[in-house]
């Protein structure tokens, strides 16, 4: 039987399993910490703007089921949250919970606590990765999802050092680029501070530590714009090492955007300083989730992007394909659609039958093609790009005119291009 070999447990890796596990092929996700979802797990705002015609088009090419396994974790919708249309408000605990269970039900082998640390070639193609542990996993083809966040090295020398985030690097040892390991040189995210890679923006406080009537806000609404002193952190600093300039407004620079996702989150503050947060009405006992350390500062990411063809194929590598923050993309539905697509091509890689190229006629197609241009200029280093519109993507997109809310417009765009229901297996 062939078989497919992920790497890296995200939102990425997941989208990857269910693509490849609904091409009838062996799928095996092997994922470095106890759990999934990866930065996912601290992600509970999914597709707003853009990102939610990227999930219709991803429903209408048959990856309806990873979309259900978000929205069963509904919180609230719309989010409220500003500068974004559409958008939900997930609880993040139920979603990994949701994800776990459908690729159970898929047959998705998972093993957690399993970290890649070398693989084997044969010329330009990849035989085998290697655990820690020395074991063995060979496949026909393989799928690098392991991120952009960390090691615990370039936090050090990248950030402010380690912050105790949920990538726990210390206890499971730090992200290991696959792509890296079969001798592709990667790319790093420029920042406007001088700097490489982005600044993780968001820190999450344990919901019962916020004062019980302040958290009625949050149950009305799901978003609460909290009036911010100035020197509860840096905008100016915040506003060049952070991961989107789609935060550059009033309303994230003079006000804390804070959302309920099982934990509450503060959105675009890469860190806040405690004792200031603990002199505001309501978070007089705020207790950090994440990361720990977050008054100090936060995950380095977007060191690791790897060159891609738009069949998500790593260049010069046939049996290697990435999706997710490697490409360059940021969040959770970029991430997934990315894994839906690079899955279900190392299936076919592994099968031997030719590859799935997203069209540009296609919202998913266009975007992809159109960050891979924005990559192989020097400006394009200092974006990320996501779905939701950052890095200029959305203006692109809408531009052409191909923004939609409307599920039967996608569907009807998907089926043109001949590619409806094309992830579960109608090749
Ligand atoms: C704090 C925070 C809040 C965020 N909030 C939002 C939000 O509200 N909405 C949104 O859309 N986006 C949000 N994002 C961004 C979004 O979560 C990410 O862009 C997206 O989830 C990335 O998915 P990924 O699968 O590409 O990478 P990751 O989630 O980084 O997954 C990579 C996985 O690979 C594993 N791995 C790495 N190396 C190895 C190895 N060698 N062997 C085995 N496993 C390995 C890692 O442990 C990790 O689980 C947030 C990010 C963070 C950090």
Redesign the pocket.
């Known amino acids: 039987m062939a078989k497919v070999a992920i ?7 997941c989208g990857a399993a269910v693509a490849a596990a609904k091409m009838g092929v062996e799928t095996v996700l ?4 106890d759990h ?5 797990y ?5 597709a707003g703007n853009g ?1 939610y015609t990227a999930m219709l088009e991803g429903i209408a090419l048959g990856g309806g089921d990873l979309f259900e396994a978000e929205e069963k974790a509904v919180k609230f919708q719309p989010s409220g949250v500003p500068a974004t249309e559409n958008g939900f408000l997930c609880d993040v605990f139920r979603m990994e919970r949701n994800v776990a269970d459908l690729l159970e039900r898929l047959g998705v082998e998972v093993i957690l606590e ?4 070398d693989v084997s070639m044969r010329g330009e193609r990849v035989t085998a990765v290697k655990t820690s542990r020395g074991e063995v996993v060979a496949a026909d083809a393989f799928v690098d ?5 960390g090691p615990e090295g370039a936090c050090v020398k990248y950030g402010y050092g380690c912050v105790m ?3 726990k690097c210390p206890a ?1 040892g730090g ?4 792509t890296e390991k079969a001798g592709v040189q990667e790319g790093m995210a420029r920042r406007k501070d001088g700097g490489h890679g982005a600044i ?1 923006n ?1 820190v ?1 406080f344990i919901r019962e530590s916020v004062d019980a009537e302040f958290l009625k806000n949050y149950e009305r609404k799901g978003c609460v714009l909290i009036s911010a002193p100035p020197e509860l952190g840096d905008p100016e600093l915040f506003r060049k090492i952070r ?1 989107q300039e789609f935060f550059d407004s009033a309303d994230y620079n003079d006000s804390v955007v804070s959302v309920d ?1 099982g934990v509450i ?1 503060f ?1 675009s503050r890469p860190w806040v300083n405690l004792p200031v947060l603990r002199r505001i009405e309501g978070f007089e006992n705020a207790a950090l989730f ?1 990361p720990a350390a977050g008054g100090k500062g ?2 380095v ?1 977007f060191l690791a992007t790897a060159p891609w063809e738009l069949t998500l194929q790593v260049q010069e590598r046939p049996n290697l394909f990435c ?4 490409l360059g ?7 997934a659609v990315t ?1 839906l697509l690079a899955g279900h091509n190392a299936a076919r890689a592994a099968l031997g039958i030719p590859l799935l190229t997203m069209p540009r006629s296609t919202f998913i197609g266009e975007g992809l093609a159109w960050v891979q241009e924005q990559l192989r200029t020097e400006k394009g280093w200092y974006e990320k790009y ?1 779905y ?1 519109g950052t890095g200029g993507l959305g203006p692109h997109l809408k531009g052409l005119g191909l923004y939609t809310t409307d599920q039967a417009a996608a569907e009807t765009r998907i089926a043109g291009a001949g590619l409806a229901g094309v992830l579960t297996g109608g090749v």
Do not use: P, Q
């Open positions: 790497i890296g447990g995200g939102w990425a890796g092997l994922e470095r910490i999934l979802l990866g930065a996912g601290m992600a509970g705002h999914t990102k399993t970290r890649i640390t999802a392991t991120g952009s966040a985030c949920l990538f499971y992200r290991v680029s696959i993780s968001a999450a991961t996702i989150k959105m994440d936060n995950a990411r999706c997710g923050e490697k993309f940021v969040g959770t539905t970029d991430a894994g996501s939701l």
